[in-house]
């Protein structure tokens, strides 16, 4: 016997498939919205400037804070340069108006004394620094005249001393003679003293070492150990009867006046003339 199948199951499988896919949608809201986009955020590229209204509020949220100084900042700056063009725009009004009416331009009594308060105070600084300028070269005429005075004194105590250690020196005729010409030469006082009294060869050899650049002392002992006199140079001539050898060309060139090169030297100029004041 065959067995007959409900004539109704297939429509019921079919609403049970419809009311589960109903429940399964309703019951999964958050993976719907999990699944939107998000708005992307608005920045300067993106945001409507040209319907913007210049109000910091209209700004988006993260800008506001930055907006609010600079407008403050470039405000004032554009205030200040205002208030400067309107100055400037009423000195020039003035000024028209001055020489429409045919006065005088009213910068000129500004300018005027502008000057006169550069010159009062340059003059002021041209008194004070030659006042101090005065005091100064006052001060160094002093020291120079207390330096000299020091000197000079200093100079003529030496020449009484020399003159009285070395008497023979300015006794004799024939020693002062040759103690002149070594001081020209560029012997020092004490030295040339010496020299004068060494013998005729020794003392030709001094003047020969001191010729060629020796030291007075160095000179001296060299003349100590000379035996005979230097041969003479080509074309020298000596006379006969001289108590000193012909001068060289080193010697010839020697200046008659020394410059001083050091204190010492210049006490010994200093010296010479007191020497000669003396005869």
């Known amino acids: 016997m065959a067995i007959e199948e409900p004539a109704e199951a297939g429509p019921a499988l079919e609403a049970t498939d419809a009311s589960e ?7 999964s809201p958050v993976e719907a919205g999990a699944q939107a986009p998000a708005s992307p955020p608005v920045t300067a590229d993106t945001f409507g400037w040209d319907g ?8 988006p949220e993260p800008a506001r804070g930055w907006a609010a100084p600079l407008q403050s900042h470039y405000t004032k700056q554009a205030d200040q340069r205002i208030e400067q063009h309107t100055k400037d725009v009423s000195g020039l009004k003035e000024l028209y108006e001055a020489l429409l009416e045919g006065k005088t331009d009213p910068r000129v009594d500004t300018y005027a004394a502008q000057v006169k308060e550069l010159e009062d105070k340059h003059t002021s600084l041209v008194g004070e620094w030659q006042g101090k300028y005065d005091t100064l070269e006052s001060a160094y005429k002093q020291y120079q005249g207390n330096v000299e005075a020091a000197i000079d004194k200093e100079a003529e105590q030496y020449a009484t001393w020399f003159k009285g250690q070395n008497p023979d020196v300015f006794s004799d005729e024939r020693l002062a ?12 006082m004490e030295s040339a003293a010496t020299a004068s009294r060494l013998p005729v060869a020794q003392l ?11 030291p007075d002392s160095y000179a001296l002992r060299l003349a100590g150990g000379a035996e005979s006199p230097a041969a003479p140079r080509p074309g020298a001539k000596i006379t006969s009867g001289a108590t000193s050898p ?8 020697v200046p008659e006046k020394v410059e001083p090169t050091s204190f010492k030297d210049l006490r010994h100029q200093v010296a010479r003339l007191a020497l000669k004041r003396k005869g």
Do not use: I
């Open 204 to 214: 030709q050899a001094a003047r020969q070492a001191k010729a060629d650049g020796v």
């Open 21 to 27: 896919s109903v429940e399964s949608a309703e019951s």
């Open 52 to 59: 913007w209204d210049g109000e910091v509020d209209s700004l």
């Open 246 to 253: 012909a001068r060289s060309r080193e010697q010839a060139m």
């Open 177 to 188: 003679t040759t103690f002149v010409a070594l001081l020209e030469e560029g012997w020092e």
